[in-house]
Each structure stands twice: as structure tokens, then as C-alpha cells.
């Protein structure tokens, strides 16, 4: 069957059926019996210009041979010669009248076998020469679909095809992070759904860094891996040049170090996050390296690196005289600040370099990213997505973070739909409704938010507003275009609205939120703006909006205050947070780390592990389920503890 398939793709004309006389007609008998006398002496049975009688469309064994169909054989067999018209001659001379009948009651039997085997599926192009033939294949089975190219990662929507979701997903190998030194054993148990076994680093050999703890668990089967990765590493970050622009000479003494967190929660994939866990902290390192001598100088920062001293553009203004000296003023600008400017620059060029390289890269779908960073004696939480960060401190909670979801959002969202119409596609509208509105409440008055309002009002229901709401739901059912549940993170260049072309990543920000708080005050949570977000300036610079309201940040010190043992830095994905408030964990916190001794560098990855389990619950008969019989997290849960006291005390 295969044979016959591959014989009969050299005929592209034959695709067509309804266009073919039906071969059981008299008149193509007749002609298929005319023909019988022209086959060639040695032919396989059944050549294309006819042969003995048999029964007509046969898909079994009684098919003719490839190599008498017209087009000839490919591979090692020969091919007939060809007339100068470019039709195939059987032997010497003119082809006769009655092997042409003979040659299209076989095409017509192809045709059909095809048909019988593939249940009306197209056929097959035709394989390349290298590939295996398809003489080895039985004849009584469908041959095997041609093998198309790998499917490039992400080429597909953010929701996703899934043809190439999955040949993206066989192609990738499941991993986890190298510091948890997983054997193919604990690989295979660290993917199971079903025991939901909790991953940490072993107790022997080398730990992480600062004498972190991390635990891990995968879902209930939400995805087919486990979507979340981790990184925990040392960075050392060598200047580029000097202030004065003169090349330096490489000198180890010179550089900074920098100590790195990353949680990386991902979603239509596990692609995205991998990528990240493995580049955004090199991001992070080539930011850094313009302001090595800068940090480390005590002075302020100056405006410009200017190729040599007094150069134009530099920060040297005393040639300024007279009215020109007023406008040599310039904003106060920190150490702390030139940080937290190259975390954020670090994010959107990780976002930018998944945007160039997803189709070369498994890096399809998208991800939340929680990323810390220990420099200089002060700790700096960046946050893109709905993974949190606290600290607990003398049973005191400072949340370092907060979510980036459509509700968190919504005044954002809203006003960038409101400013560019041509995103929402005609399908969308800004306005936010309580419910949505049904064409029989038209001209009604309903009540109704928009980008300026945190309160309702109401308003005469007009045509435009019966389109989807551009973001509907509420909690964790909240959706921007009813298909993703975060604002902010990075990747999903390929995330379109479902059953639509409509792209959503214009309305994700790869924009972290920097926490920068100090050590011995508690911001309190008004000043935490649930609106703050990234809107590019060129849109409507000068416009008031919401976003433009406070938004005070402080850096936390570790050396303005004293650090007992039990004071930790606690990150989790929203595996954790969905589940668990801020106020368990602190009990959780408490309640274990006082089980162990205060140099016991072990105590960290136990608290680790007593947050993942608190969260995962156990196997009931009802699903996992926690000590109060409410369901536990059915997701991907990642935690890291980060002792507040210093590498120094407890490596």
C-alpha cells in the first residue's frame, strides 16, 4: 500500500477524484482490456499497460507495483524513458492508445486504495530520497505521514495549537534546576502527578548559596511538567571601563559581587521560564558593568561617561556663567537607583532576546518572574507576574512585592485600551461592567468603571458596549481578554486572543516592579499603587492619568539592622500564595526554624519543604486536601527561604 501511495503522489494531477470517470464503467473495462498486450516482457505483474484480468480496485495484495506506474520508480529503480512530450514510453515506439487506458485505470485504482486506507484523509507529499522506503512498510497498513519539519517553538498562539505544542514538547527534555543534582530516578519522580513528591537540594555535597533553602513540588496535572524553574547563583561583574573612558586592565580586585535569586513561573509551556532562569541574571551582570567603579565611589553619580575629562556631555559644569548656570541643576540621583535601573533594563532586554530567538529556542509561552538581587549590603526585589515576596522579621510580615494580575491592573489596562483603540480590535472595549450586558439592556443605564474610576457610576448602554470587556473576572478568574490571568512577565510574543488573530502582548508589561525598602520602617499598604505600571511615554506623555500617583520605595539595609537566625526572605510562585496567607507562613516560619539550632544550615531547606507540603496538602479521596479539608494547590509550587542574616553567619 505504501508502495502504491508513493508511486501515485508523482501524479499531482490525480488529487481531484470527482473529475475521474468511475473506473467500474464498461468503457474503462474495456479499455483496461485492450490493453493487455502491452506490457513489456519480465514486468511485474499488473504493469500499467494492463496484464491478465482481475478485479477492479483491489487495495490489497493484487495492486500493481511502483515501478510500472506512470512517473517511474524512485531510489534505485529506473526509471522508463521519456518521450519528448515528456510522457513515460513503455519499450520502443509509440505508446499505444489502449496502455494509457490500462495507465489510468491504475491511477483511478491509487486514487481510490488511497482513500480506502487513510479514510479520505489528502495524500502524502513524497518523501525525500534519504528517508527510509516505504517498501518495508505492510501493505495492509496506512502508510506513515511524511516527516514535515521541527516545529519552530512558539510559532503557534499563546493559547496554542496543538499539533505544535506537542512536537515542540517532544522535542524538549523535561528539566529541572541543576542544583537540586537530580539522578534519572529522582527526574522521573520529580515529573510524577500522581506522588507529587517534594524536590530539594541534597543534604550532601555542595549547598546553595548564602545557605538557601528551596523545595519544589509539581502539579496535579495542570500541565503535562513542571512549568516553574528556579536559579540561585554568585555573580561577578567586571567593569567595562573606567569613568574616564581609558581601557582598564582586568583586575579581579576591581569588580563586585552580587548574590541572585530567581523564581520563574511558567505558563503555555515551561520553554520561557527555562530560558529566563538560565540568561536574565547575564542581563543582570552586563548592566551592572558601566557602574562597578560608580558604586563603588562614595560620591554621587556622575551624569554622563564622557570619552575624556571636561568633555561635552560630561557632569563638569563650572564653565557655566551668568543666566546659564540656572539650568545646570540636575536631579538627585542615587547608587540605588542606578541598580534598579539596570534590573529593569535587564528585564526588557531578556524580553527582547525571547522576541528575536523563540522560533530558534524553546521558548514558547510566557512566564512570571521574582527575581532578588544581594548588592553592596542591600537586598533589591524585582517582580513581574503573580509570585510574592516577604520578609519575616521578629514575627514582624513586610511584604517585598505584589501581584501583577488583571484586577491589580485593570486602571492600566484600561486606559492603554482607551489611548489605542486599533489594540482592542473592534472586539473589545475599554469600560468595565458588572456583568456583561446582554443587546435587550441597549439604551439602559447600567453601572459602569473606566480607566480614571476606582468607584461606579452609571451610564446609557450603547451599542460598542456590548463587546467583551477587556478585562472581566474577578480573584484568580480574572483574565485580560479572557485568556490570561498576569499583566506582567516575559515572553508570550506569540499569545493571541482565542479564536482570533488578536495579539494580547501589547498589554503585557515585561516591566518589574523594584522594591527598594528600608530595614527598620514598614511601608505602609497605601502607598503600594495596585495602578503602578509600565505605559510607554510616547503614547500620552503629558496626559494626567492614575499612573502617575506616588509610589514610594525605600532600600532595604542588612546592615542597618541586627539579624537574628530566624529572619528570612521568603519567595513563592503563586502555587504558595493561592493557598497560604502572609500570616501561615510567618506561623510556619516560627514553628520550624525553632525545631533546629541556630547554625544548623539545614534549617533553611526544612522550612522550605514545610511551606511546599503546607501548601501541596495530602491525597484524599477528593483530590489533595489541606488539614482543613479546602482543596490544596493544584499547581506548580516553588519556594526559596533566604536566611536575612548574611552568608557569613550560616554557610
Not at 545646570?328 to 539596570?342: I, N, P, R, Y
Request: with cysteine; net charge positive; hydrophobic share 30%.
Amino acid at each position: 500500500m505504501c508502495r502504491l501511495l508513493r508511486g501515485r503522489n508523482r501524479s499531482p494531477g490525480l488529487h481531484p477524484l470527482p473529475a475521474i470517470a468511475d473506473p467500474t464503467s464498461p468503457k474503462r473495462l474495456r479499455r483496461s482490456r485492450v490493453g493487455a498486450g502491452t506490457q513489456p516482457a519480465g514486468s511485474p505483474r499488473g504493469g500499467a499497460g494492463g496484464g491478465p484480468e482481475r478485479e477492479e480496485v483491489s487495495p490489497g495484495p493484487a495492486l500493481p507495483s511502483r515501478s510500472q506506474w506512470p512517473g517511474g520508480a524512485r531510489g534505485s529503480e529506473r526509471r522508463p524513458p521519456r518521450s519528448p512530450g515528456g510522457g513515460a514510453v513503455l519499450g520502443a515506439g509509440p505508446r499505444p492508445r489502449a496502455g494509457r487506458g490500462g495507465s489510468m485505470l491504475h491511477r483511478v485504482r491509487s486514487a481510490v486504495a488511497h482513500l480506502v486506507s487513510s479514510g479520505g484523509a489528502p495524500p502524502p507529499r513524497p518523501k525525500s530520497p534519504d528517508l527510509p522506503s516505504a517498501r518495508s512498510a505492510p501493505s495492509a497498513a496506512p502508510p506513515e505521514a511524511p516527516r514535515s519539519p521541527p516545529a519552530r517553538a512558539g510559532s503557534g498562539s499563546g493559547s496554542g495549537s496543538a499539533a505544535p505544542a506537542k512536537t515542540a514538547e517532544a522535542r524538549a527534555s523535561f528539566s529541572r534546576p541543576t542544583f537540586l543534582q537530580l539522578s534519572p530516578g529522582g527526574l522521573r519522580r520529580a515529573d510524577d502527578h500522581a506522588g507529587r513528591a517534594v524536590q530539594s537540594p541534597p543534604d550532601t555535597g555542595r549547598r546553595l548559596p548564602w545557605s538557601t533553602g528551596y523545595a519544589e513540588v509539581i502539579n496535579a496535572g495542570k500541565s503535562r511538567h513542571n512549568e516553574d524553574q528556579a536559579c540561585c547563583e554568585v555573580v561577578y561583574v567586571e567593569g567595562r571601563r573606567s569613568v574616564s573612558g581609558a581601557p582598564r586592565e582586568p583586575s579581579r580586585g576591581q569588580g563586585l559581587c552580587f548574590y541572585y535569586w530567581g523564581l520563574f513561573d511558567g505558563h503555555a509551556g515551561g520553554g520561557a521560564a527555562e530560558m529566563a532562569s538560565k540568561l536574565l541574571h547575564r542581563h543582570i551582570q552586563e548592566q551592572l558593568k558601566d557602574l562597578v567603579e560608580i558604586l563603588q565611589d562614595p560620591s554621587p553619580p556622575p551624569l554622563c561617561l564622557p570619552s575624556t575629562p571636561g568633555a561635552p556631555g560630561s557632569s563638569d559644569s563650572s564653565h557655566l556663567v551668568g543666566p546659564q548656570s540656572c539650568w545646570s541643576s540636575q536631579k538627585e540621583v542615587t547608587h540605588e537607583s542606578l541598580v534598579v535601573g539596570a534590573i529593569e533594563n535587564a528585564f526588557q532586554f531578556m524580553d527582547e532576546q525571547m522576541a528575536k530567538e523563540r522560533r530558534g529556542h524553546q521558548a514558547e509561552g510566557g512566564c512570571c518572574a521574582l527575581v532578588v538581587v544581594y548588592l553592596l549590603g542591600k537586598v533589591y526585589v524585582a517582580n513581574a507576574g503573580d509570585s510574592r515576596a516577604i520578609i519575616v522579621r521578629n514575627g514582624e510580615i513586610i511584604p517585598m512585592s505584589q501581584e501583577f494580575t488583571p484586577e491589580t491592573e485593570r486602571q492600566r489596562l484600561q486606559l492603554l485600551g482607551f489611548l489605542k483603540p486599533e489594540l482592542l480590535g473592534g472586539e473589545f472595549t475599554h469600560l468595565e461592567f458588572p456583568r456583561r450586558i446582554q443587546p435587550k439592556e441597549l439604551g439602559q443605564r447600567m453601572l459602569y468603571r473606566d480607566q480614571n474610576m476606582t468607584g461606579w457610576a452609571y451610564k446609557k448602554i450603547e451599542l460598542e458596549d456590548l463587546r467583551f470587556p477587556l478585562v472581566c473576572g474577578e480573584g484568580k478568574k480574572a483574565r485580560v481578554m479572557a485568556t490570561i490571568g498576569v499583566t506582567r512577565g516575559l515572553g508570550d510574543h506569540n499569545l493571541k486572543v482565542c479564536s482570533s488573530t488578536l495579539p494580547i502582548k501589547p498589554f503585557l508589561s515585561c516591566f518589574p516592579e523594584v522594591s527598594r525598602r528600608g530595614a527598620s520602617s514598614t511601608i505602609p499598604s497605601l502607598l503600594w499603587w495596585p495602578q503602578a505600571g509600565f505605559l510607554p511615554g510616547s503614547l500620552c506623555p503629558q496626559a494626567p492619568s492614575p499612573l502617575s500617583a506616588p509610589h514610594q520605595v525605600r532600600v532595604y539595609d542588612l546592615t542597618q539592622y541586627e539579624h537574628c537566625p530566624d529572619d528570612v526572605l521568603v519567595l513563592g510562585t503563586d502555587g504558595l500564595w493561592d493557598v497560604t496567607s502572609d500570616c501561615e507562613v510567618a506561623a510556619t516560619v516560627d514553628r520550624v526554624l525553632s525545631a533546629y539550632e541556630p547554625n544548623d544550615p539545614s534549617r533553611y531547606t526544612a522550612l522550605a519543604q514545610a511551606l511546599v507540603l503546607g501548601a501541596r496538602g495530602t491525597p484524599r479521596d477528593r483530590g489533595w486536601r489541606l488539614p482543613n479539608n479546602k482543596l490544596g494547590s493544584g499547581d506548580d509550587i516553588s519556594v526559596f527561604v533566604i536566611p536575612l542574616g548574611g552568608p557569613g553567619s550560616y554557610s
